[in-house]
Every structure is written in C-alpha cells, then in structure tokens.
C-alpha cells in the first residue's frame, strides 16, 4: 500500500504537525514502506500457530512467596496525628 503526498500532508495536519513538502515526500517513502512491511506480515498464514509470551520459550525464575519483614503496622501507626482502627484519618479533601 503506498501513500499519496497528499495523504502524508492530511495526516501530519490532523496532528497539527507543520511539514515542507520535502519532508512529505521523504515521510510518504517511510510510511509507505512500513504500511508494505504491514502488509507483508499480514499475509503470512499463522493458523495453529500458538502465542508465545517469550520467543525463547524461557520461563522465569521466581524465588518463594515468604514473609521477610517483621510486622511494623503499630510502630508506623503511632507516628500519625489520627487513627482509627487500624486507619490513618486525614482531612477530607472532596465535598
């Protein structure tokens, strides 16, 4: 699929971009070159082909889901002007 000059000047208007007609030709080159890669990649037939999240087939390692840190909830707690159950109370902000 190539694009036309006039293409490139629309769709560098509508994202208010200001381009010389020199730029349109070099970007009408690019964008079309890329939409023709697109297309090209669109063509190939991927049917029972299965998504890979990663092209290595690596897993990742994952270390154990164990606690490391001593519970400090009461000492943090004090440290604010108002609590309640547990909460830290602050101004309301929203009428």
Same mark, same amino acid.
Do not use: C, W
């Given at each position: 699929?190539?694009?036309?000059?006039?293409?490139?000047?629309?769709?560098?208007?509508?994202?208010?971009?200001?381009?010389?007609d020199q730029?349109?030709?070099?970007?009408?080159?690019?964008?079309?070159?890329?939409?023709?890669?697109?297309?090209?990649?669109?063509?190939?037939?991927?049917? /029972?082909?299965?998504?890979?999240?990663?092209?290595?087939?690596?897993?990742?390692?994952?270390?154990?889901?164990?606690?490391t840190e001593?519970?400090?909830?009461?000492?943090?707690?004090?440290?604010?002007?108002?609590?309640?159950? /547990?909460?830290?109370?602050?101004?309301?902000?929203?009428?």
């Amino acid at each position: 699929m190539s694009l036309e000059k006039q293409d490139v000047q629309k769709i560098a208007h509508l994202a208010r971009l200001s381009l010389s007609d020199q730029d349109a030709e070099e970007y009408q080159h690019s964008l079309s070159s890329v939409l023709d890669l697109v297309e090209q990649m669109q063509s190939v037939d991927t049917d /029972g082909v299965e998504p890979l999240s990663n092209p290595l087939e690596a897993t990742q390692r994952l270390r154990e889901d164990v606690v490391t840190e001593q519970d400090r909830r009461e000492a943090f707690l004090s440290n604010a002007p108002q609590t309640e159950s /547990g909460l830290f109370l602050v101004p309301q902000v929203i009428d």
